[in-house]
């Protein structure tokens, strides 16, 4: 470490103690060391697969079909990633009372992981372990929608259909819109597109 990063660091802690309210504000960085691979770097999923946009989701069931299976081949990674030494310090920060919310990009839980209760994470593009349907708003758990796309898989009459209808789709739809995996094309410059 150098003398200017030292120097930051204690800049950094000193504003922290002096400050009666802070919030932290995370993105992929932070769950790299995690195991979660980020979006936009070289190397990252982008370079490897292009976004799915919400429309496109929404719209075309063969969208749909495939940002559900990147999803469901991502699980593994999802549920056995741990939070890291940042994630346990921002935890700790908000556990002291020095931090009110976590403000973060990354859909991967390990904030709520590391001890931050639900309710001081904002998160920004959605999280990996639920989907909220676009009609009624219920919640549902991902394990669940996993069993039940693997049991629709099987049904030739459910792939020939792309039934947007139902809640399985509704909570597909809500969950892309609010995750990495489907924005708009509103933001499909480069700059925005991850």
């Known amino acids: 470490m150098t003398d200017i990063e030292r120097d930051d660091i204690r ?23 995690s195991g ?15 976004p799915i946009y919400f429309d ?21 990674m ?10 346990l310090a921002v935890a700790k920060l908000v556990e002291r009372s020095k931090v009110s919310h976590v403000i973060t990009q990354n859909i991967d ?5 590391s001890g931050v209760p639900a309710e ?3 998160e920004l593009h959605g999280n990996t372990t639920y989907a909220t349907c676009l009609v009624c708003s219920t919640r549902y758990e991902i394990a669940p929608l996993r069993k039940h ?15 947007r209808s139902s809640a399985y789709l509704r909570a597909a739809a809500k969950w892309a819109a609010a995750s990495r995996w489907a924005p708009s094309r509103a933001a499909r410059s480069p700059a925005a597109s991850e």
């Open 109 to 113: 839980n390990l904030h709520q992981a």
């Open 36 to 50: 979660i691979p980020d979006f936009r770097s070289p190397g990252g999923v982008w370079d490897k697969m292009a």
């Open 78 to 87: 999802f549920s056995t990633a741990k939070p890291n030494a940042g994630h």
């Open 149 to 163: 796309a693997c049991a629709r898989r099987s049904s030739s009459a459910a792939r020939a259909a792309g039934d």
């Open 11 to 33: 800049r950094l802690a000193d504003l922290v103690r002096q400050s009666s309210c802070a919030v932290v504000f995370t993105g992929a960085g932070i769950s790299t060391e």
């Open 56 to 76: 496109d989701f929404v719209n075309d069931p063969v969208m749909r079909k495939e940002a559900w299976r990147r999803r469901f081949a991502m699980e593994d």
């Open 120 to 122: 001081s994470v904002i």
